[in-house]
C-alpha cells in the first residue's frame, strides 16, 4: 500500500461539506430518462436525509 493511500485513510472526511442543491444547470429539453431518473434518485435522497 503506498504513502498516499495510507495518508487518505487516516483524514477525518466527517468534516467535508455535505453536498446538497449543488449548482448545477439541468435543461428539461436536454434531459434524457436517464437523467430525469437520476434527478430523481437525488431528490429521494436529499429528501431522505432531511429525515434523518
Known amino acids: ?3 498516499e493511500n495510507n495518508d487518505l485513510e487516516k483524514q477525518n472526511f466527517a468534516e467535508l461539506p ?3 442543491n449543488e449548482d ?3 435543461s ?3 434531459a434524457d430518462e436517464a437523467d430525469r431518473k437520476a434527478q430523481q434518485r437525488a431528490n429521494e435522497a ?3 436525509n432531511e429525515e434523518q
Open 28 to 30: 428539461e429539453e436536454l
Open 46 to 48: 436529499d429528501q431522505r
Open 24 to 26: 448545477v444547470e439541468f
Open 1 to 3: 500500500m503506498s504513502t
Open 18 to 20: 455535505i453536498g446538497k
